[in-house]
């Protein structure tokens, strides 16, 4: 289904069947979009140069993949999606993180591939729900803040290769299974996580683009959608 036009009106339409919502490169994010509200997951795809804070008004969001849209920074509003289970930004030029992201209390996968970002805000591990974070590619980002043994729940790990050092804390992550640490360099892993029982611990950088684990989905996986035009 697709639809376009300023006089266009959500009220009128009845979504409540749709799963998907679309939205293009070219697609104009109108301001009632809050009407949407029956939509779960949102698709955005290419290029668009940044995340509408327009879109943290759909509060029973529970996806969104947002890859490839050349995003510099997310609205502190992402806080209000607090059904939100998984969130790509993959592939973007976010330099920073709001705070607000550690409400996101239903998080269970995070994927932020990329290449800008310096520093995490501490409030990332309040996410105590995640079972997947991917922190990979960014090769300013030097240090993490302290807390990531708070991620209990925490099962799949992607990390920067250019950490001056791998957080001894990790080994406090009780369901941890997979550690890759991609373009892994001079730093020495602590032998307390190379003790933890079951971790495989992974250094090459091909494993790590697609971050395809049990929690991953892509558009592939939907065939219905609604497309804002």
């Known amino acids: 289904m697709k639809f376009r036009g300023t006089g266009f009106k959500f009220s009128n339409c009845n979504f409540s069947n749709e799963v998907v919502l679309y939205i293009g490169y070219d697609d104009h994010v109108p301001k009632d979009i809050q009407q949407l509200k029956d939509f779960t997951v949102l698709l955005g795809r290419y290029e668009m140069g940044y995340f ?19 995003i510099t920074e997310l609205p502190k509003e992402i ?6 289970s998984r969130l790509n930004l993959s592939w973007n030029y976010l330099r920073k993180l709001p705070k607000e992201i550690g409400r996101l209390q239903n998080l269970t996968y995070l994927n ?45 790990l992607y990390l920067p290769g250019n950490l001056k050092k791998i957080p001894l804390e990790i080994s406090q992550l009780p369901k941890l299974e997979y550690l890759h640490i991609c373009g892994y360099k001079e730093q020495t892993i602590p032998q307390e996580i190379h003790n933890m029982e079951g971790l495989f611990i992974q250094k090459n950088c091909l494993d790590v683009i697609e971050f395809e684990t049990p929690h991953y989905r892509s558009s592939r996986d939907y065939d219905k959608f609604v497309t804002i035009r």
């Open 79 to 84: 806080g209000q999606l607090q059904k939100l």
């Open 52 to 70: 509408p804070k327009e879109i943290c008004q759909l509060t029973n969001l529970t996806d969104i993949d947002w890859e490839k849209n050349d």
């Open 112 to 156: 932020l591939y990329g290449w800008r970002l310096r520093k995490l805000p501490k409030e990332i591990w309040q996410l105590q729900n995640l079972k997947c974070l991917n922190i990979s590619g960014h090769d300013k980002l030097h240090k993490l803040p302290k807390g990531i043994e708070q991620l209990t729940n925490l099962t799949h």
